[in-house]
């Protein structure tokens, strides 16, 4: 088993949504419930101060990211901190927020939603395209996993309340097609999976809440490796590095009480990994 060591000795009560920018060469993370976007410039640390939760993010060009935040897909601006409405996102729903999400192959951006205490089946998976946000799926609970396969004609995503991942095939338009199939059953084990992304080779790194680790499956659903994190709660992994074979994890404190947290020193922090395999580039969203 591969050991991740810390990148970002910060801590976040729930980190979440590492992106690696490709023309950047740059790291971006949240904090959800500090409701933070974190990021890194060689040895400094950076942050930007947000006025509602944010949870995930894709790029747009260099200089420029999309943000989900718990009302509204915002335009960023890296540079001087500016943020723009793009379009709203749930905005009749002040009780919900978002959560995971990942640029498509065809420069789209699904964005999962969740209750903000976790309320069953008050979530829902969306998809923004060109302007538009449409929604894909309904009565989800923690909507997580959202990643792409390869040759662009599979999307993953998982409910970590039901402890399953599915695979969803779609079409050249980048909208699923048929219905979703199970690739993963995790709930008759107790592993509840986070975050997830596709490896070059079609694997998927699921990050495991409570697991101390991101489980690798291949793509017919066969657990084939892990990479031990010093987090009990790690949230989501993102491929990285000048040649895309770093593996990039968030964690979290939220979920440990006091006593597990000072145990759990590690929770909460982001860690890196050198691997054996290569990533993926994250695809750009196209406004």
Not at 33 to 60: F, M, N, P, Y
Not at 176 to 201: H, I, M, N, T
Request: glycine fraction near 14%; aromatic fraction near 10%.
């Amino acid at each position: 088993m591969t050991q991740a060591r810390v990148f970002d000795d910060r801590v976040c009560a729930l980190g979440e949504g590492p992106l690696w920018h490709p023309e950047r060469e740059q790291l971006f993370w949240f904090d959800i419930t500090g409701q933070k976007l974190l990021s890194r410039d060689g040895d400094t640390q950076l942050d930007w101060d947000w006025d509602e939760k944010v949870s995930a993010a894709g790029w747009i060009d260099r200089d420029s990211l999309m943000v989900a935040g718990q009302t509204t897909l915002w335009h960023f601006d890296i540079r001087d901190g500016r943020r723009e409405r793009i379009v709203d996102l749930e905005a009749d729903q002040p009780g919900n927020r978002s959560n995971d999400g990942r640029a498509d192959p065809l420069g789209g951006f699904w964005i999962g939603t969740m209750g903000l205490s976790g309320e069953p089946g008050a979530g829902a998976l969306y998809r923004y395209f060109r302007g538009e946000v449409r929604q894909l799926f309904r009565d989800i609970t923690t909507p997580n996993s959202i990643c792409f396969a390869p040759a662009g004609d599979l999307a993953y995503f998982s409910d970590t309340a039901k402890g399953v991942v599915w695979k969803q095939a779609i079409d050249r338009a980048g909208w699923p097609s048929g219905r979703p199939e199970v690739f993963a059953d995790f709930s008759g084990v107790g592993l509840k999976p986070d975050g997830a992304v596709c490896d070059a080779e079609g694997n998927l790194w699921i990050a495991q809440w409570g697991g101390w680790r991101v489980a690798c499956h291949g793509p017919d659903g066969r657990f084939l490796r892990s990479l031990a994190c010093g987090a009990a709660h790690t949230t989501c992994p993102a491929f990285g590095g000048s040649d895309l074979r770093r593996l990039f994890v968030t964690s979290a404190t939220e979920g440990l009480d006091d006593g597990a947290i000072d145990h759990h020193a590690g929770g909460g922090r982001t860690w890196v990994a050198d691997m054996p395999v290569r990533g993926q580039a994250e695809y750009r969203v196209i406004l």
